[in-house]
């Protein structure tokens, strides 16, 4: 029998210095590991340092290749002075004190900057103040640095596990100061995900890979579209293969029909032996022509004004140009399927998912069980790609009910095919554009009515104001450019019928395509540079109020400066005038809500039908980099990600039902086709932005913009198609 | 019954087990490195070596690789000292990291038939291998690092 080199994990950690003990499995009769307590200075809940030096950290952020956990303990052991050779990194659960466990929106970084810092400050006031104490001396020359507190004159020192007996003692502060950054050790430095060793030798745990006594596999037919009701199952091929059928046990859920298994290979292929009936709660057969008369009727409705200014200068309205920008219904199909472990037991339950919201996994689960919160632990692990994908646990309420019924653990498998076809789904949307231009080719008025479905639940009152999703208009309200006369408007489409969720950067990607394109477009109508005719339009900063947080402001100053630095970097100006036929270069630029400031070019060849992308520039500012590594690695995977988007991604409904179903025709960008990637980073700000979904917007468009460069060919509409 | 090897360990397998090798690694032999992405041959998470060559596991029946060597993430190294497992840290290429077993171990084939690919044969070598983070440009950079190492050290 093969044995599992655990040991390797161990010497690896010993070799980085860091260890991270979120993805051990669930031990068996043992609840996942907390440090002991006893004699430890606790000073916030995210913090635990021990008396054998011991530093243990806890993140409420779900690991998903962002490298949230390596950028967290960047921020958090800076401040707290640590050594990262002590650290030892927790992914929480959802057990008391931890709470509103969520991860999306780009906003792990921003949202943890200051009260992170301040947590830690304040936790190391505490082991400064103990070593003063003990050297009897003035405090402020008492500094933290590498694990331990050194006198900043005599040159004695403590290490944090020294000194916890007596920082135990001292009572707590909520407003130490923070440490400068001239003092930054890790804040700034480059580094990878901090079980890089675990992942390349196979040893990193993700949710399949987990078992615990007792479990069974499933696999999970579900129906074609939402709302429907299992009617019943024809399973005459699964009985013709006798030894299949003994071995597999069918589950009927209101919505869906499982089938469990010992094993899991069994449970997969009798799935697609079983032939179930269901019941439709519509006559409406929703297919892509109904879909596109759906998104017509919402073009031809008011809207709501999310955006509206009028200036005294009337213009002449000599020329006017109008045109439609759309992008289609999109899937994540990350990696890794969805998949999740669930232990439902009398009165409690436990789930180890890969959820974006594992808090919200388990007051649902909760609530379905009947059950106290307190009574229901959901345990991130490490997540295969999440995309915005895992922001819903459809998934993890699948493995519940099963093993609701069945009083057992249940491990249930999604295949791909589950997940392209019964997932949730990035919504359509178009954008309907009505310019009028004065003499000198600017845009003197601008209307675009936006139309699309929304990502949020229609009792989310939260995000809806005067009738208005704000999640909806993002990147549309913001419009940078200046424009004396705007009316910005959306119109929501009711679609119930389909799963939708966000998709990295939801629709900022509709709107920054439509603007971007709209850019291009009229630059070239005005005979005009494309990249000089947008800077001619950052005129001035621009300010809208944002329905949650505080407003948001792009300065048009940065986001000049990425335009020019990107062109440099691809010689805009000498290669725009020496193009040749069949090449050609597109621009793009976005600022995002989380105020990172992006640009794009992208070089391209257009031969015929064929696209060969050469080369994807990008600058991007992004404030403060924590991990500039991090940072170059997430807008590397953003220009893959809106390459394939806008290359190939498009999911087609027909007679009520999706008809993609894997990677052979719901295509993803793949490494031949790997352009040349060169990316500046811009870190002189004071605060880091979001970065996982700002550098992917203004791919598309810049992709599109270089292939009319190339050929001629406006595409207003993705994934491109040239015919 | 018969007999396959797996990380230089024999196995016995049923002689006409129709079970793919995916499931037989996982789920018996508890080697979970070896992931499972889209079940069809499309996606390469599921790639290890059988007799050095890379082979979609995910497809690839137990019977039909009788008395052959098979080889999987947990085995390419003892420790991780596999010069691709070293590039692959040195690059920090994994962002989710779910393709990456799959991703060194069609590498890991590569540089079995050909020691020193240069970048194109590279990319069109590893095609068959997804990565939805993006991790494409890292990867040739990786591999191309332990090639160019292997011809510096000649
Ligand atoms: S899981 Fe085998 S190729 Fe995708
Ligand atoms: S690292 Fe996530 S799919 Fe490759």
Known sequence: MVTRRRFITASFQLALGLSLSAYLPPVRGKQLGTAPAAGSLEPNIYLKVLPNNEVHFWVKKAEMGQHVHTALTQIAMDELGADLKQVRVHMADTRSPFSNIFTGASWSIPGHWVPLRQLMANARFLLESAAAQIWQCPKEQCLAIAGEVVHQLGGQRLSFGELVSVARQLSAVDNAPLRPSKDYQYIGTNMGRLDTNQIVTGQAQYAADLSVDNMLCASIVHPPLPGYKLKGWDISRLKADPRLYKQVELVALENALAIVCQHQWPALVAKDKIDVVWESPTDTAVDDVWLQQQMEYALAQPGIVCRQQESVIQSSDAHTFSAEYYLPFVAHVPMEPPVALASVFENRAEVWAPTQTASQAQSEIAQFLNLDADNVVVHTTLIGGGFGRKLKNDFVMDAVRISQKLKRPIKLQWTRENDIKNGFLRPYGKDRVQVALDERGYPSNLDIKAASPSILAKTDHQHFKNGLDWSAVMGLRSIPYHVPNLRLSHQLIDLPQVNLVAWRGTFANHHCFAIESLMDELAYLARQDPLEYRLKLLQADTKVEHFLDSDIEIEHKKLKRVLTKVADMMQWKTRKQASQPGTGLGIACHCYDTHAYAAHIVEVEVAGQNIKVKKVACAFDVGVAINPDGVRAQLEGSIVFGLSSALYNEIHFENGAIRESNFHDHPVLRHHEMPEIDIHLFTDGDTPAGVGECGLPSVSPALTNAIFDASGIRVRSLPVKLV | ?154
Request: hydrophobic share 35%; glycine share 8%.
């Open chain 2, 1 to 154: 019954m018969a007999t396959i090897t797996v990380n230089n360990q024999p196995i016995e397998v049923d002689d006409n087990d129709q079970t793919p090798l995916l499931w037989l690694v996982r789920e018996k032999l508890q080697l979970t490195g070896t992931k499972f992405g889209c079940g069809q041959g499309l996606c390469g998470a599921c790639t290890l070596l059988v007799n050095d060559s890379a082979v979609r596991a995910c497809i690839t029946p137990v019977s039909s690789v009788l008395g052959q060597s098979i080889t999987t993430i947990e085995g390419l190294s003892e420790q991780g000292e596999h010069p691709l497992q070293k590039a692959w840290l040195e690059h920090r290429v994994p962002q989710c990291g779910y393709c990456q077993s799959g991703q060194i171990m069609s590498a890991a084939a590569l540089l079995k038939v050909d020691a020193h690919p240069n970048r194109e044969t590279i990319k069109s070598h590893m095609t068959g291998n997804i990565c939805r983070c993006g991790t494409y440009s890292r990867i040739t950079d990786a591999i191309e690092s332990v090639v160019q190492s292997d011809l510096t050290e000649r």
